[in-house]
């Protein structure tokens, strides 16, 4: 599964190699962008069908997301599965169910993401599907950066494990041979 995840996200501008100037001020040689995948409903849907394998068995009636990285994920994952969707977003810097967005008591939930680095905010979205009385029966993503670290105190599942090593200008290999370091986002001419 491995190896078609990866061949996916290289086919699809996920996963970029080159030079790249991070946020942080740190160079790397790969670059991560997970929503170029979900330009493709046909990648997407692929990724999606192997993300709920886990769970289709599990009874899950909603599916959610947290905004952005979540929307077009958990409504395919939801497609797939037969059940409900919808997403949380942050509200005042707090993630939130607006629009009229609801989770009923005992509720089985599965909720996805495209990459999870802490699991922020995933957590903060499990904590707030549970004061509802939902049952959150997993969680999934594209792409798991944290190393096998994040502790969301739910089973936790994804497609793939990701590790990008990162340097900074003065010990950067890439920097030393001389070529040109672009920053993630910005075209490519
Ligand atoms: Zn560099």
Do not use: W
């Amino acid at each position: 599964m491995r190896d078609r995840v990866l061949e996916i996200f290289e086919k699809t501008g996920v996963l970029l190699e080159g030079h790249f100037l991070l946020t942080s001020g740190r160079h790397s040689k790969q670059y991560l962008q997970c929503a170029q995948v979900l330009q493709y409903p046909e990648y997407t849907e692929e990724l999606c069908s192997l993300l709920i394998e886990p769970y289709k068995d599990k009874g899950i009636e909603l599916v959610v997301g947290p905004a952005m990285g979540g929307i077009i994920i958990a409504y395919e994952a939801a497609r797939n599965l037969g059940c409900r969707t919808v997403f949380a977003e942050r509200e005042n810097g707090k993630m939130a169910l607006r629009r009229g967005f609801e989770v009923s008591k005992g509720e089985k939930i599965l909720i996805v993401e495209d990459v999870i680095t802490t699991g922020g905010s995933v957590k903060e979205v499990i904590d707030l599907t549970v004061k509802e009385g939902a049952e959150v029966v997993g969680v999934s993503s594209f792409v798991d950066r944290s190393e096998g670290k994040a502790d969301l105190g739910k089973p936790f599942t994804s497609l793939i494990s990701f590790n990008i090593e990162t340097y900074s200008p003065q010990n950067c290999p890439l920097c030393e041979k001389g070529v040109p370091a672009v920053k993630p986002g910005s075209r490519k001419s």
